[in-house]
């Protein structure tokens, strides 16, 4: 039972255009989003996060969106740079403001960008 | 180095026998997870430690697996038995306190059990 989906195993935009990930989830109880960034032979590192509560969360050249009707998010990184080729996960949790964050991960979606 | 450590980074073993990864969290956290990633799948939740307190190992696929954190620090995830179904990516991950602290990953140990 996936609850945390993303459906494009793979993703190729071109160095400079905008790179939109997409994710959807079935739980209704998660209330908490993040996306990681993986390169090879490495662990997932934080990208960006959004909480429930908004429906928008911007930082530098990523932007997170949440349509919690959807149960869909997306990531959306403007432009794409070369050293965003990676495979990018995303990951929600439920209800967990303290003790043990159980992350429930997506397959992850590989991004390569093509100069 | 500053981040999460794991070792071995890879392992190759035989079915029925037993297994031993270990991992040193960022100096400090407090809070410990462990993960594992199949082939296809996304990352999957095993055991969280946090403390003293009694660790929660609701993500434990089996009585074959089992953790410990010794001094707060250090973790060992073993893996007793192993079956071929095992293998996969076993990742580290620790937080500063748990909860929404951002966790920091590890590079994962890659696990073939043949």
């Known amino acids: 039972d996936q609850q945390v989906k993303q459906n494009s195993p793979s993703l190729s935009v071109q160095e400079g255009r905008i790179s939109i990930l997409n994710c959807d989830y079935t739980?209704?109880?998660?209330?908490?989003f993040l996306w990681y960034k993986k390169y090879p032979a490495e662990g997932p590192t934080f990208l960006i996060s959004?909480?429930?509560?908004?429906d928008k969360n911007e930082d530098g050249r990523f932007t997170v969106f949440l349509n919690k009707s959807a149960k869909h998010l997306s990531l959306h990184i403007v432009p794409s740079q070369p050293g965003d080729s990676a495979v990018y996960f995303c990951a929600a949790s439920a209800g967990q403001m303290q003790g043990a964050q159980k992350l429930v991960f997506g397959q992850g979606t590989r991004l390569t960008i093509n100069p | 180095g500053a981040g999460v450590s794991q070792s071995p980074s890879n392992k190759v073993t035989e079915k029925g026998k037993d297994v031993e990864l270990r991992c040193d969290p960022i100096?400090?956290?407090?809070?410990l997870y462990w993960y594992r990633q199949s082939l296809g799948q996304g990352l999957e939740f095993l055991i969280y430690f946090q403390g003293n307190s009694a660790p929660d190992k609701s993500g434990l696929p089996s009585d074959r697996f089992s953790a410990e954190r010794t001094g707060g620090s250090v973790s060992t995830l073993t893996i007793q038995r192993t079956q071929q179904e095992d293998s996969a990516v076993y990742l580290c991950?620790?937080?500063?306190?748990?909860?929404?602290?951002?966790?920091?990953f590890g590079p994962g140990t890659r696990l073939l059990v043949l």
């Open positions: 991950a620790s937080s500063s306190r748990g909860g929404r602290e951002t966790q920091y």
């Open positions: 100096s400090g956290h407090t809070a």
């Open positions: 959004i909480s429930s509560i908004k």
């Open positions: 739980n209704s109880m998660f209330d908490y």
